[in-house]
């Protein structure tokens, strides 16, 4: 689980900025959400020419780079991205894990490689280092969560809603935090267990209905709905209408 309560962000306080790139759409979406949840702005692509073109318009600080692409490999990429920004800080996942290969890519200019298959949480840590070492961050020391009149300290773990303490358990606190962090998004039972749970594709989706269920009875028991059920695609909590 996520423990870190500040954000990094650039010194303007603007968010930092991070490109996934991979073609199976499951882990980008997985890894996305997991950057995401660490505050920051994420764009993906699931090609080398697409990975070039957005890297263009978005301008990331770094980069989460796979060595196989269906165009062309790794390894172009990285060589057609430094070409527009000679210091941009790369992090490759591969799927090989051939000493060569590991050489390969940190020989090409990568910053730092994860094998698959890998934990989400190690690929958050590596992108959080590579940032530290290579872009000029600060901290944001707000640790305080808020949706509507809900709102969440990350720090001393206080859950209140419209002025109303709401005690929870560790894991219904977890669940809440991610929602909390991504107000307004729809959040499938797969992202929510990898995220919380931290179980791989598949699992006890039924746990994410038993939770779900004890949040709303908190949360939103005697008032207006936040929780949401979006049939077939998940959960999303957002404002009261």
Do not use: C
């Amino acid at each position: 689980m996520p423990t870190n309560a500040a954000t990094l962000k650039h010194t303007d306080g603007s968010n930092v900025r991070v490109l996934v790139v991979d073609d199976e759409s499951n882990l980008t979406e997985l890894l996305s959400m997991a950057l995401r949840y660490e505050g920051w702005d994420i764009k993906s692509a699931g090609t080398g020419s697409s990975a070039v073109r957005v890297a263009k318009e978005f301008k990331p600080d770094t980069v989460v780079l796979d060595m196989m692409l269906p165009d062309f490999d790794g390894m172009e990429v990285l060589r057609r991205l430094r070409d527009d920004d000679p210091t941009l800080p790369v992090l490759f996942l591969t799927a090989r894990d051939a000493v060569e290969d590991r050489i390969a890519g940190l020989t090409a200019g990568g910053d730092d490689y994860v094998t698959k298959p890998f934990s989400l949480e190690e690929v958050v840590a590596r992108v959080r280092a590579l940032l530290r070492r290579s872009v000029q961050l600060t901290q944001e020391s707000s640790s305080t969560l808020v949706v509507g009149d809900l709102s969440l300290d990350e720090d001393s773990h206080e859950v209140v809603r419209d002025g109303t303490e709401i005690s929870l358990t560790a894991t219904e606190f977890e669940l809440l935090r991610f929602m909390m962090r991504n107000p307004k998004r729809v959040l499938s039972k797969t992202q929510i267990l990898d995220r919380v749970w931290h179980y791989d594709f598949g699992g006890q989706a039924n746990v994410v209905e038993l939770y779900i269920s004890y949040l709303r009875k908190k949360i939103d028991a005697g008032r207006s709905p936040m929780i949401h059920t979006m049939r077939g695609a998940g959960y999303v909590l957002k404002p009261a209408a």
